[in-house]
T-cell receptor
Framework: GNSVTQMEGPVTLSEEAFLTINCTYT??????LFWYVQYPGEGLQLLLK?????DKGSNKGFEATYRKETTSFHLEKGSVQVSDSAVYFC??????????FGTGTRLQVFP | EAQVTQNPRYLITVTGKKLTVTCSQN?????MSWYRQDPGLGLRQIYY???????DKGDVPEGYKVSRKEKRNFPLILESPSPNQTSLYFC???????????FGSGTRLTVV
């Protein structure tokens, strides 16, 4: 079946460090791929998305490229800030009826 | 402001006492869904609705009911809550298509 695998956290970084959070997926066909972010005590917010192979989603300095050949959608940011501390979820959607989420990766950024 | 509103934010209840968590969206979205979030498991879909009067089971529907009588509302009903339903619940909505989903702020439910 369709599934998403994310790297285990927490990821702990110093401010201005480079961030990569790995995400791979299993799905037939061409799913849409998403990154959502959950700040403490809040709901999930859509961070970025990509709907076809080689698309790059970007927002707030974060980027992720839809790689069909490696079935991956890794999240990157060149210079993280303390305010980026949150839980990040990778997700896929084959149809509009369901988002399939990874287990989430907690990012902690220290000054 | 476009949003999904859930109520209550926090709820503590006893085993077997029926409860309803409300969800309302003001974006005229066709699709609505309920998820539960548990540590180490991520988010799992409970029920979803493609439009008014159209609902279907997600991955973990046991112990839950939903209804979609109006486009904007999608309440989650626990007829006889049990402690294993202690969780963080999220309602979400979207238009048909691959545009992403808008989530509510969550309801933290504790069943004792």
């Amino acid at each position: 079946g369709n599934s998403v695998t994310q790297m285990e956290g927490p990821v702990t970084l110093s401010e201005e460090a480079f961030l990569t959070i790995n995400c791979t997926y299993t799905a037939t066909g061409y799913p849409s791929l998403f990154w959502y972010v959950q700040y403490p005590g809040e709901g999930l917010q859509l961070l970025l998305k990509a709907t076809k192979a080689d698309d790059k989603g970007s927002n707030k300095g974060f980027e992720a490229t839809y790689r069909k050949e490696t079935t991956s959608f890794h999240l990157e940011k060149g210079s993280v800030q303390v305010s980026d501390s949150a839980v990040y979820f990778c997700a896929l959607s084959k149809n509009t009826d369901k988002l399939i989420f990874g287990t989430g990766t907690r990012l902690q950024v220290f000054p | 402001e476009a949003q999904v509103t859930q109520n209550p934010r926090y709820l503590i209840t006893v085993t077997g006492k029926k409860l309803t968590v409300t969800c309302s969206q003001n974006m005229n979205h066709e699709y609505m869904s309920w998820y539960r979030q548990d540590p180490g498991l991520g988010l799992r879909q409970i029920y979803y609705s493609m439009n008014v009067e159209v609902t279907d089971k997600g991955d973990v529907p046991e112990g839950y009911k939903v209804s979609r009588k109006e486009k904007r509302n999608f309440p989650l009903i626990l007829e006889s809550p049990s402690p294993n339903q202690t969780s963080l619940y999220f309602c979400a909505s979207s238009t048909q298509g691959y545009g992403g989903y808008t989530f509510g702020s969550g309801t933290r439910l504790t069943v004792v």
